[in-house]
């Protein structure tokens, strides 16, 4: 096994924690606090792979607390581990983040499977009015799409 101090600093710059190494947990912002969770997710799996081979890394809402600039910096970090070979499996509410950086969409409604593929085939106006029970617009950027509700009240 190798030893984690060298992995460990480099996770901790990866997720800019790099200048709070020597503070305590309970110290930290919650946005700190979850990338230093997120951080010791990223070092156990190094660790693992190390041993085993590819891993699987499972998220849930890993973006709770934090600003959009770490919300971008963490699932950039787990597309890198991804195109790694690492199979990654993560639950998001925020839907235009889950689909700016999903390669594939799993979309679930009371617990039943309501949609699985790419994106551009995931994403319709149709499918959010059924989920949501929200009108949204559906647009595309280089081929990516995203969505802008246009009403929080229910649909007749």
């Known amino acids: ?9 480099a996770v901790l710059d990866e997720v800019g ?47 709770s607390s934090l600003d959009l600039r770490h919300q971008i910096d963490l699932v950039e970090a787990a597309r890198r581990r991804a195109a790694a070979g690492t199979a990654v499996i993560a639950i ?12 594939r969409l799993i979309v679930l409604n009371g617990g039943r499977l309501v949609a699985d593929g790419p994106r551009a085939e995931i994403v319709t106006r149709e499918i959010i009015r059924d989920i949501f029970e929200i009108d949204a617009v559906v647009h595309q950027t280089d081929g990516v799409p995203y969505v802008l509700p246009q009403s929080m009240r229910a649909l007749p």
């Open 1 to 9: 096994m190798r030893e984690a101090g060298p992995l460990v600093d």
């Open 17 to 63: 924690l790099a200048h709070f190494r020597e503070r305590q947990l309970p110290t930290l912002s919650g946005g700190e606090q979850q990338r230093a969770h997120f951080a010791r997710v990223l070092v156990q799996l190094a660790c693992g792979e190390a041993e085993h081979g590819p891993g699987l890394l499972l998220l849930d809402e890993p973006t």
């Open 92 to 103: 998001l509410h925020d839907l235009n983040l889950a689909i700016r950086f999903a390669d």
